[in-house]
């Protein structure tokens, strides 16, 4: 049997509010890392509290790649993800370091090592129109007409993940295919890293759903509506833009469009970001490779010591 020559890399992945950043940090202090963030909403500048940013401080100490790399004006694709990924990766290696990719936006993590379908391009006069229409009839009645078309899509996507089921749609349309169909052909390769996957992920979701309504009336105290007020006042900014539509500023959004109350502005709010917590627990459940480390039982740095030290250290 030949031997794994690849360099080594680590993934640390969790739910929001599971404490992957600090984790990620601690890790640092004793190993030869370089950070990369993999959160879809860390790569814009401006979104700061609501995005749970690291602080200047953190960051100075602890730089993280593709973290403020995108104005939000502009969206920010899976596809540039793994691209600029595979470069901070490449250069982190070449400096003789292990990259270690943090963060909970699955989506990335299996673009980066699985590949990409060949999808169309967002086109901009479709998705207004399926926009329109979910503003008619609903987005569960969208889902409805996904599940007529793509049902194995649509099995995956919430009936409110309105994201997802313009694009599942969109798709559709533009090139006749479903999504999953065409998701299924994707590029795969050998990964050119070899990758030791930590998941953290509680088995009870009672003290991550605290924390997370701990953490949304810390960022609203540190100035959270301030803050999207500020991006709202830039005036090129609108709610259906990726980084608007990120949880939390969605909601905050809307709450200063004058929809709702403030109370029902922070219940909503906490639970898109439980549903997230969620949909992310789900999606760590199936990567059956990964070693877990629950962040509620047991603090995980030493056992995330132990398998990292046993992962550098072995043959290669």
């Known amino acids: 049997m030949s031997l794994d020559t690849r360099p080594l890399a680590i993934f640390l992945m969790g739910p929001t509010a599971s404490g992957k950043t600090a984790l990620a940090c601690q890790l640092a202090d004793r190993f030869p890392f370089g950070l990369v963030s993999v959160d879809s909403a860390l790569v814009y500048r401006g979104l700061e509290i609501g995005a749970a940013k690291p602080d200047a401080a953190t960051l100075a100490r602890y730089p993280h790649a593709l973290i403020d790399i995108r104005d939000p004006a502009r969206p920010y694709s899976a596809a540039e993800f793994h691209d600029d990924a595979l470069a901070a990766m490449h250069a982190i290696t070449a400096q003789g370091r292990v990259p270690l990719l943090v963060g909970g936006t699955g989506l990335y993590f299996r673009a980066l090592q699985q590949g990409l379908s ?66 299924g052909g994707g590029r795969r390769g050998v990964f050119p890293w070899r990758v030791l996957k930590l998941a953290l992920l ?58 709702g109350d403030a109370a029902g502005f922070r219940d909503r709010a906490i639970f898109a970001t439980r549903q997230l917590a969620k949909r992310q627990i789900t999606w760590l459940r199936a990567e059956l490779d990964a070693r877990v480390l629950d962040p509620e039982r047991v603090p995980p740095l030493a056992r995330a010591v132990e398998a990292v030290g046993l992962f550098l250290g072995a043959p290669r």
């Open 118 to 183: 060949e999808l169309p391009e967002a086109d901009p006069a479709v998705r207004s129109r399926l926009s329109g229409e979910a503003a008619r009839i609903g987005w569960p009645a969208m889902h409805a007409r996904l599940a007529r078309l793509d049902p194995v899509a649509a099995a995956r996507i919430g009936p409110n993940d309105a994201q997802r089921l313009q694009r599942a749609l969109e798709v559709i349309e533009l090139s006749g295919r479903p999504l999953s169909e065409l998701q």
């Open 202 to 259: 509680p088995a009870d979701r009672q003290p991550l759903h605290a924390r997370i309504a701990q953490r949304f009336d810390a960022m609203l105290a540190e100035g959270f509506l301030d803050e999207v007020r500020a991006l709202r006042a830039r005036g090129d900014l609108h709610a259906d833009l990726p980084a608007i539509r990120a949880v939390g500023y969605r909601q905050a959004w809307e709450y200063l469009d004058g929809q």
